[in-house]
């Protein structure tokens, strides 16, 4: 696995992390609430997991995860989108998790041992994720307001994984390949996002201490 | 999705302990309330083990008749303290004796 590709993944789970907990507070059922903020808190601390890994022991994982700029940060376009709408949000949440779970699963046969160990790791965490966006999946599918988020969302959700992954996700989700959304490119949607994500970083004098 | 029924949970905190009744979840369904009962009751390692009960299952008994006072049939309707003095007063009495 290179390196590019592990800090696309680190990138994904901070970004996605940060914009699900947008909905902290104000998700349509109190219970969600609390789920979907955790679970946003998780993908965050897989990010800060790779980011350690990348980092080495000498390394700062602050540094890489809030010190780039936005240009050079390696997240799909996907996660990205600043959605508004639950229906979008969910839909986002499920395609991630199926496209996340197939490149979870490739990284655990990773030749580096410490990369395959890491997401063995991860994914024990994640087993719980995928039983809540299957949960929403499961009784949101027939209802036509989730199908177009789906749809609209799925040349996005391509853009997650590498060309080689694609056919697995096709056939997870059930909906034919289309032109994907690539990974390297990003959506004016970041800039603002990196703003606020980097503010409190940007703010303090180098060197200060949490 | 309103008006969904409530389910209690109750949790385990350790292996061998009994389950406590912990709190409630309000969920459309039994897959819904798992998920949310394991994030609000189990996923920081507070619980081993959840029991989820829809509150319609639980048969509710709160009414008691008493119009006899009948409070001697408890083991608290006595008081032994001062037959337990007495008794430790003559122990004390014959051991010194």
């Given at each position: 696995m290179n390196e590019q590709a592990l800090l696309g993944l680190a990138d994904d789970e901070l970004v996605l992390g940060w914009r699900d907990s947008e909905w902290t507070g104000i998700a349509p059922l109190l219970e969600e609430d609390v789920?979907?903020?955790?679970?946003?808190?998780?993908?965050?601390?897989?990010?800060?997991?790779?980011?350690?890994?990348?980092?080495?022991?000498?390394?700062?994982?602050?540094?890489?995860a809030f010190d780039r700029n936005p240009d050079e940060y390696r997240c799909a376009p996907l996660v990205e989108l600043h959605l508004l709408e639950w229906a979008h949000t969910i839909a986002r949440r499920w395609l991630y998790e199926v496209a996340d779970e197939i490149r979870i699963t490739a990284l655990m046969d990773d030749s580096d041992p410490a990369v395959a160990g890491l997401a063995a790791k991860i994914d024990r965490e994640e087993a719980y994720h995928r039983m809540h966006a299957e949960m929403w999946h499961e009784r949101l599918r027939d209802e036509p307001r989730f199908q177009k988020a789906v749809e609209e969302l799925w040349p996005y959700a391509l853009g997650v994984l590498p060309a080689e992954l694609r056919g697995a996700l096709v056939s997870r989700v059930g909906l034919s390949e289309v032109e994907a959304i690539e990974r390297g490119t990003h959506?004016?949607?970041?800039?603002?996002?990196?703003?606020?994500?980097?503010?409190?970083?940007r703010s303090a004098p180098a060197g200060a201490q949490w | 999705m309103n008006e969904h029924p409530v389910w209690e949970v109750f949790r385990k905190e350790k292996r061998g302990a009994a389950f406590e009744h912990a709190g409630s979840v309000v969920a459309p369904d039994a897959d819904f309330a798992e998920a949310w009962a394991r994030e609000q009751y189990g996923r920081r390692g507070e619980s081993v083990a959840l029991w989820l009960v829809p509150r319609g299952a639980i048969r509710d008994v709160e009414d008691w008749a008493d119009e006899f006072d009948l409070k001697y049939r408890r083991v608290d309707g006595y008081s032994i303290k001062a037959r337990l003095k007495e008794a430790r007063e003559r122990a004390g009495t014959a051991g010194a004796g």
């Open positions: 789920a979907f903020s955790s679970i946003a808190q998780n993908e965050i601390g897989h990010a800060r997991a790779v980011y350690e890994l990348l980092a080495g022991p000498d390394g700062n994982a602050d540094a890489l959506t004016d949607e970041l800039a603002p996002l990196w703003e606020e994500m980097t503010m409190v970083r | -």
